[in-house]
């Protein structure tokens, strides 16, 4: 991700019923509007970009990845804690 510098101003257009929708959302949340859409939106973005991310490897590498895939390692209380730690950067709220 890009480095924040100064705010810029980003513009959409939406129907009643969908500010609606999202103004009772973001009051749900206690946060305004446009902190809602940005974080929704910034989500969104890091799900596509992550779902598209692009490695290449040579064909031995690739054999040792597929192993690795068909024969995940057994649970251990460290992979457990792992699975269950906050990701960097998820830094919205979590459920469960």
Same mark, same amino acid.
């Given at each position: 991700? %890009?480095?924040?510098?100064?705010? *810029? $101003?980003?513009?959409?257009? @939406? #129907?009643? +019923?969908?500010?609606?929708?999202?103004?009772?959302?973001?009051?749900?949340? +206690?946060?305004?509007?446009?902190? !809602?859409?940005?974080?929704?939106?910034?989500?969104? @973005?890091?799900? *596509?970009?992550?779902?598209?991310?692009? !490695? /290449?490897?040579? /064909? #031995?590498? !690739?054999? /040792? !990845?597929?192993?690795?895939?068909? #024969?995940?390692?057994?649970? %251990?209380?460290?992979?457990?804690? %792992?699975?269950? /730690?906050? @990701?960097?950067?998820? $830094?919205? $709220? %979590? $459920? +469960?």
């Amino acid at each position: 991700m %890009t480095q924040a510098k100064e705010p *810029v $101003t980003i513009s959409i257009r @939406a #129907k009643a +019923g969908q500010r609606d929708l999202i103004d009772q959302a973001a009051e749900r949340l +206690g946060r305004s509007r446009s902190d !809602f859409m940005l974080e929704a939106a910034c989500r969104q @973005a890091e799900d *596509v970009l992550l779902d598209q991310t692009y !490695f /290449a490897l040579d /064909a #031995k590498s !690739f054999a /040792a !990845f597929q192993a690795m895939l068909d #024969k995940p390692p057994a649970p %251990t209380d460290r992979l457990r804690r %792992t699975l269950k /730690a906050r @990701a960097p950067w998820d $830094t919205g $709220t %979590t $459920t +469960g």
